[in-house]
């Protein structure tokens, strides 16, 4: 499994790019939002620190006008990945991005059949929400590992991303689905990578090294 960044905070972004380990970033209106700055700079500043996908969501509902937003922000850097929800238009808007060559991240995407759908319309990527679904009750990570055997089953060229990703249980649980990308925020990545048993591995080590050493 490859991970995304889930965020549009450039300071998050830069910290964790230094990483080495994460493929590329997804941003959506909320989190662009929450940064307070002007959306297209914001992207392009994002888009030159990460060499990766970064995905930008369109904010238009109609097909056409989701089409022409879609071109607007894929000028904006080769790297970047249309987000587009998964509605009707979302659907037609896809088929007619994916036949120009521009790549796209079905969003919003909640079971396995709209994943299909997604998959039908041509887009690169679709993001299955799983903690918005077990706030309601529902399995998230069941959803997930669903949309991955029907892929690998009709042999669907779409990317899986496990997304709404709330703690480490979530990615862990992404990666024994068998999804492509988990897109996690910054709290959770760094929850994954740091655990209190390393620490004090890394503390003892350097104990014993030096009362030996002295
Ligand atoms: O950015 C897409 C998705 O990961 C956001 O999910 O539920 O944290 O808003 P959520």
Redo the contacts with the bound molecule.
């Keep these: 499994m490859k991970f995304f960044l889930?965020s549009a905070n450039v300071e998050e972004i830069t910290r964790v790019m230094s990483w080495g380990v994460v493929a590329g970033v997804?941003?959506?209106p909320?989190?662009v939002a929450r940064e307070g700055k002007e959306f297209m700079p914001l992207l392009k500043q994002i888009c030159s620190i990460v060499p990766g996908p970064v995905s930008a969501e369109v904010l238009s509902e109609g097909a056409d006008d989701m089409v022409a937003e879609a071109r607007e922000l894929a000028a904006v850097a080769d790297n970047v990945v249309v987000k587009i929800p998964l509605t009707a238009d979302g659907l037609a808007a896809t088929r007619e991005l994916s036949a120009q060559g521009i790549k796209t991240n079905l969003?919003l995407a909640f079971s396995p059949v709209q994943a299909m759908l997604a998959a039908r319309s041509g887009a690169t990527y679709a993001?299955l929400?799983i903690?918005?679904l077990d706030d309601v009750g529902a399995c998230g990570l069941s959803a997930v590992a669903e949309t991955v055997r029907n892929f690998q089953a009709y042999a669907v060229g779409t990317r899986v991303i496990a997304?709404?990703?709330?703690n480490v249980g979530h990615v862990e649980g992404a990666m024994s689905a068998g999804a492509d990308y988990a897109?996690v925020?910054f709290r959770v990545l760094s929850d994954c990578l740091h655990h209190p048993l390393t620490d004090q591995g890394i503390e003892k080590f350097k104990a014993d090294w030096e009362k030996a050493m002295k």
């Design positions: 889930d997804t941003t959506n909320s989190l969003t993001s929400f903690g918005r997304a709404s990703i709330r897109t925020p």
